[in-house]
C-alpha cells in the first residue's frame, strides 16, 4: 500500500510542536515576553501560508517486512540498519532497528516507510528580512514535523489500524505515548543521510516534491523521511560510534565503497589513533 497525502496548513497547525521551535531559536532561560512576541509572529505566518493556500504534502508506503540479520527486508527491497557497538544504557543491549521487526521465519510483519515535507515558497518569505527569513524556515520546519506527526497517526489507526482504537491528546503525541517508533533520517538510530536513496527507490519522494542532492540531503529542507515500527517494545537509541570494522560490512551490505561511506557516517565512526 502506498499513498500520498495533502494538507491544508491549518490541518496541520494543532500538530506542531512548539518546544522544538523555541529551541531552534535558543529560546530556552529568556523571558517568557520574547517566547511570547516570537510564538505571536510564527502564528501571524501560519495563517499567511494558510490564506496563501500553501500545503503540506506526505508520501508513505506499508510493505511486508522481515529482518534478517542487521537487514529489513520489504517485499525483497532490502534496507541495511546499523548496530550499537556499546551496549545501551537502558538495555544493556547493542541495538539494531532491525530487532523491532520478526526475524525470518516467524512470520510476516510490517514497516511503514514515509517522507513529508512543504510548499517550496514557504521558505523563500522574507529573502531579504534575515529575520522573516529565519523565521519562515523553522516554522516551515514544524510543519514538515507536524504533518509526518499526523500522517503517523493516520498510519497507526487506520491505515495499517495496529492502534484502532487510540485515543491520545496531542501533548500525549508530543510526548510519544503511542505504540511503536517513527524513527527519521538523521536520527541517532539512523544516522546516515544516504538512506534517503533507498526511501526514494520505495516511495518517490519526487510526487510529494522532494528532491535529493549528491549527499542526500532533502530539498526543501523543510523535509522529513524515515520508517515505521509498530513493535510495542521498540523504543529510540543513539547509535553512537561504530568500528571500522562494521563501516565495512555495512558498505558491503549497502553496495557502496567503504570510503564513501564513510563520508555519510564520519560523525558515528570511531577515529584511530
Not at 500545503?55 to 541495511?80: C, I, K, N
Request: aromatic share 10%.
Amino acid at each position: 500500500m502506498r499513498r500520498i497525502f495533502k494538507y491544508a496548513i491549518h490541518q496541520v497547525e494543532p500538530y506542531v510542536n512548539w518546544l522544538y521551535f523555541y529551541h531552534a531559536w535558543q529560546m530556552g532561560g529568556k523571558p517568557e515576553e520574547l517566547r511570547k512576541n516570537l510564538r505571536e509572529d510564527a502564528e501571524d505566518l501560519l495563517r499567511l501560508f494558510d490564506s496563501s493556500s500553501y500545503h503540506t504534502y506526505a508520501v508513505v508506503g506499508l510493505y511486508d517486512a522481515q529482518a534478517e540479520g542487521d537487514d529489513l527486508v520489504l517485499e525483497g527491497f532490502r534496507m541495511p540498519m546499523l548496530r550499537q557497538q556499546q551496549p545501551d544504557p537502558e538495555t544493556g543491549s547493542c541495538l539494531c532497528l532491525a530487532d523491532f521487526v520478526s526475524p525470518a521465519g516467524a512470520g510476516v510483519d510490517k514497516v511503514g516507510v514515509f517522507a513529508a515535507t512543504v510548499d517550496p515558497m514557504m521558505e523563500r518569505v522574507g529573502e531579504d528580512d534575515p529575520y522573516k527569513r529565519l523565521l519562515a524556515q523553522t516554522v516551515a520546519d514544524r510543519l514538515a514535523e507536524a504533518t509526518a506527526e499526523m500522517l503517523h497517526e493516520e498510519v497507526r489507526k487506520n491505515l495499517w489500524g495496529y492502534a484502532p482504537e487510540e485515543k491520545l491528546s496531542i501533548q500525549q503525541i508530543h510526548a510519544e505515548q503511542f505504540q511503536g517508533i517513527r524513527p527519521a533520517v538523521g536520527y541517532p538510530s539512523l544516522p546516515d543521510t544516504s538512506m534517503n536513496f533507498l526511501i526514494d527507490r520505495l516511495i518517490g519522494m519526487g510526487e510529494i516534491g522532494i528532491n535529493l542532492t549528491e549527499n542526500g540531503a532533502m530539498r526543501p529542507h523543510a523535509s522529513v523521511s524515515g520508517l515505521m515500527i509498530s513493535h510495542p517494545k521498540a523504543r529510540y537509541f543513539n547509535l553512537g560510534k561504530i568500528g571500522k570494522d562494521q563501516l565495512a560490512d555495512y558498505a558491503n551490505r549497502r553496495g557502496i565503497p567503504m570510503e564513501m561511506m564513510g563520508k555519510f557516517l564520519a560523525s558515528n565512526i570511531v577515529k584511530e589513533n
